[in-house]
């Protein structure tokens, strides 16, 4: 198309719109504002989720990469020399660092009134050696009451809130509200029992075994497993800006081969299935609210294309090209579109953003943020965008190609 | 068959109009010569050019640079004021100082107060000298009129008729109309009667 010709266009179209009925103007773009809201709103949500889902399990419970024990040639209990392993990991450009976690399983007794009436509760009890772990795993962040020692005593335990109950949890088993300050009995599954004083309970929205964990110190895991420098497990943090999950993988594997390793992928189980299919519903959704803007721009364009199809016809008799008339029908789209799209943006990025920055969104996995990319706006807007002008030439093309005569007499 | 063999050569600053009754074929006559519908056989010249052969495109170019058109709707654009809806077919072909030959076009019709009105702020006869002013804008060689007065009154078509004839006979414009008004003759060279697709007469 010649430049006159875009000109010559684009004045129609400019001519269209702004002589045109605002009202009408104003319901279309109102329209197609919500359209791309709810485009970039239910995507950003449903990602935001997955990606929140990730952060939390890598934070609070796997980190990026799980280093067990070995099973070939000879099945071990724990890892051992944990410190020589930990040590050679870490030199491997890109790790962030790494924490050993010793694993127990337990029943937790308490009682709240001291009155014979006992609460029991499964648990899982890790050992952790906090002042290395918390740049690793956070649960220190989501400590609600008391605190998470740097160095735990051998008599000291932090609790997860779904044990101890309070704090708004429902569980359907928990210690009914045991406190800082309170003391609970463990039976381990070894036989061995032990009191602890609770100096910290943490809080996570995450459903799942760590949500539901007791912290003990790692001296105290080691005399009850009859261990040294040991680990059941070694959470690795990684920079996924400088490898990929695999690539550390292959790396470690080269370090030490007869270890066992699980990527936090692995681990998702249930909360990978929903995080799949939310993924899954923010792509239909997408897809639905571009279908409903293009439907909308296709009906106002091809009404207004029939309602002047003498016009059309009149235009065409003195000279202008078919493909004028398309073209300037496809600016108005373009220009609907642009103006849905701001006003879409404005409502996500000025009003949406920061009311959820002030009071998220809980769920029960974690509290879900709108989260978006770049690519992943270029692409609802250049979405948006194209529907709008296929949205706009097809209609346009449709009444533009009939004949002059027609078009003019019927 | 609108048409059953029809010939006919109109001079360069004639003013004719096609006239009979209704289905006699002048306006598909009109039409055809104007290249708004292709005859089945036969040939239209323009300036000894044959445009019947140009394909579709450049009939269309052909229009927006040599003729012009005036309809019985007038057929302004709604949008457009009326000094746009008079440039506009100067635009289309890339003349962006054709604004003051539009205001010249504008004066010439008597509407040079009304150029900036839009066609809803007009009466039917001022629409219609509006209509005739574009049709003027790019110098056509022929204009084509197809019945410009019967949607006005007595008065309005009056001023219409002797318009065209100021035209023809101040611009020299060769002007060909369609019209089923008697009284109409008086304003035109010569006169082309249709009956049943073919010449019947000519005054």
Redesign the interface.
């Known amino acids: 198309m010649s430049n006159t010709d875009f000109t010559t266009a684009f004045f129609i179209a400019y001519k269209t719109i702004t002589k045109g009925h605002k009202s009408t103007i104003a319901l279309i773009i109102f329209i197609l504002s919500l359209s791309f809201f709810n485009l970039m709103f239910v995507s950003g949500f449903l990602y935001g989720f997955s990606d929140g889902v990730m952060k939390s399990m890598i934070d609070n419970s796997t980190a990026h990469i799980i280093v067990m024990p070995q099973e070939e040639p000879t099945i071990k209990p724990f890892i051992y020399e944990q410190d020589e392993i930990r040590a050679g990991i870490e030199t491997i450009p890109g790790i962030v660092g790494t924490a050993r976690h010793y694993q127990l399983n337990g029943t937790l007794t308490y009682d709240k009134e001291n009155d014979g009436d006992f609460k029991y509760t499964p648990a899982q009890i890790i050992g952790v050696t906090q002042h290395e772990e918390k740049d690793i795993l956070t649960i220190n962040k989501y400590i609600v009451s008391g605190e998470f020692p740097d160095y735990l005593k051998e008599d000291e335990i932090v609790l997860g809130a779904n044990l101890s109950g309070g704090f708004g949890t429902k569980q359907t088993k928990d210690l009914g509200g045991a406190t800082v300050g309170s003391k609970v009995q463990i039976n381990y599954s070894n036989g061995i029992t032990r009191t602890y004083t609770i100096v910290g309970i943490f809080k996570l929205s995450m459903v799942g075994s760590v949500a539901s964990a007791a912290y003990v110190s790692t001296s105290e895991a080691e005399s009850l497993l009859s261990t040294y420098n040991s680990a059941s497990e070694i959470m690795v943090k990684v920079d996924l800006n400088k490898n990929t999950l695999d690539g550390y993988t292959d790396k470690i594997n080269q370090m030490f081969p007869n270890l066992r390793l699980e990527k936090y992928t692995s681990r998702l189980s249930t909360v990978g299935i929903l995080v799949t299919a939310f993924n899954l519903i923010a792509v239909i959704v997408s897809i639905i609210s571009i279908i409903v803007s293009a439907i909308t721009i296709f009906v106002m364009i091809y009404v207004n294309a029939v309602s002047k199809r003498r016009q059309i016809g009149i235009l065409k008799a003195i000279g202008i090209k078919e493909s004028i008339i398309e073209a300037s029908y496809i600016i108005q789209s373009i220009f609907y579109s642009a103006l849905g799209i701001i006003g879409g943006l404005i409502v996500i990025f000025f009003i949406v953003i920061p009311i959820m920055a002030v009071k998220p969104i809980a769920m029960p996995y974690g509290d879900a943020v709108l989260v978006y990319t770049v690519l992943g706006i270029i692409i609802n807007i250049s979405s948006l965008i194209v529907a709008g002008i296929l949205a706009g030439y097809i209609p346009a093309k449709i009444v533009a190609r009939e004949d002059i005569l027609k078009s003019i007499w019927g | 068959m609108a048409l059953k063999g029809v010939s006919l050569e109109i001079a360069e600053g004639e003013f004719v109009a096609l006239m009979g009754r209704s289905g006699s074929g002048k306006s598909t006559l009109l039409?055809q010569l104007g290249l708004?519908?292709m005859p089945t056989e036969g040939s239209v010249l323009i300036n000894k050019f044959d445009v019947l052969s140009l394909t579709d495109?450049e009939r269309?170019?052909?229009?927006?640079?040599y003729?012009?058109?005036v309809?019985q709707?007038y057929?302004l654009?709604?949008?457009?004021t009326a000094l746009?809806n008079v440039f506009?077919?100067a635009?289309?072909?890339?003349d962006n100082d054709a604004k003051e030959r539009a205001e010249h076009l504008l004066d010439l019709v008597g509407l040079k107060d009304r150029m900036h009105h839009?066609p809803n702020e007009m009466s039917g006869g001022e629409q219609q000298r509006v209509a005739i002013a574009?049709?003027l804008i790019n110098n056509p060689k022929v204009l084509f009129a197809d019945e410009p007065t019967a949607n006005l009154d007595t008065v309005s078509s009056e001023i219409i008729f002797k318009l065209f004839q100021k035209l023809n006979k101040e611009l020299k414009q060769t002007i060909l109309v369609v019209t089923h008004e008697p009284e109409d003759k008086r304003y035109v060279d010569r006169v082309i009667w249709l009956k049943d697709g073919l010449i019947e007469d000519e005054e």
Do not use: C, V
């Open positions: 039409h708004l519908d495109s269309t170019k052909f229009r927006l640079q003729l012009g058109y309809f709707e057929a654009i709604a949008e457009f746009e506009f077919p635009m289309a072909l890339g839009y574009r049709s």
